[in-house]
């Protein structure tokens, strides 16, 4: 058993919710609420896992180099409007 405080907002759509019939019981809600808060960690660990590999494979890519910041830019403009 696990005991939890909401918010006075919170504890009136919880109600609202099991009201209209969108969920059985508050325990759903809150199931349902578990569920995409784990869903959520689930993506940002994986979206943290991407970052990192990104970050090693462009360590690992070559000698960096000086760039023109406006070039850069521009050719990336052309790229996506030749992608339509």
Do not use: C
Request: charged share 35%; hydrophobic share 35%.
């Amino acid at each position: 058993m696990v005991t939890i405080s909401l918010s006075t907002e919170q504890a009136e759509r919880l109600r609202n919710a099991v009201a209209s019939g969108a969920y059985a019981s508050s325990d759903d809600v809150v199931q349902d609420a578990l569920r995409l808060w784990e869903l959520r960690e689930r993506e940002r660990a994986e979206d943290l896992a991407r970052l990192k590999q990104a970050y090693v494979e462009g360590k690992h890519s070559g000698t960096p180099r000086e760039i023109d910041r406006e070039s850069f830019l521009a050719d990336l403009r052309e790229q996506f409007r030749a992608r339509g």
